[in-house]
């Protein structure tokens, strides 16, 4: 009969040792996934930080009314800038 307590304890200890091994390696699995998603959002951040800035456009005064506008939208007359071709001088 001690035999077969023995056993069956040495197998119930296998068990929770290997279940035991399994949970951890499920954890460190786990924190790595974290780890990683992480750094892919802050290198989407990154990225897009860096996308604003190149999508920013200089802006310009206007000669004529002083509203800020722009730079593709520039009407240069005579070394000024205008808003608009209604706001630049006729010549």
Same mark, same amino acid.
């Given at each position: 009969?001690?035999?077969?307590?023995?056993?069956?304890?040495?197998?119930?200890?296998?068990?929770?040792?290997?279940?035991?091994?399994?949970?951890?390696? /499920?954890? *460190?699995? =786990? #924190?790595?996934?974290?780890? $990683? &998603? %992480?750094? /892919?959002? *802050?290198? =989407? #951040?990154?990225?897009?930080? $860096? &996308? %604003?800035?190149?999508?920013?456009?200089?802006?310009?005064?206007?000669? $004529?009314?002083?509203?800020?506008?722009?730079?593709?939208?520039?009407?240069?007359?005579?070394?000024?800038?205008?808003?608009?071709?209604?706001?630049?001088?006729?010549?």
């Amino acid at each position: 009969m001690t035999r077969v307590l023995f056993w069956l304890a040495l197998a119930l200890l296998v068990y929770f040792a290997i279940r035991s091994k399994l949970k951890q390696s /499920q954890r *460190r699995q =786990q #924190q790595l996934w974290e780890q $990683q &998603r %992480e750094q /892919q959002q *802050r290198e =989407q #951040q990154r990225q897009s930080a $860096q &996308r %604003e800035v190149v999508r920013a456009e200089p802006m310009l005064r206007c000669a $004529q009314c002083g509203v800020h506008f722009p730079a593709s939208e520039n009407v240069p007359v005579g070394g000024r800038d205008y808003c608009s071709p209604a706001h630049a001088p006729v010549k």
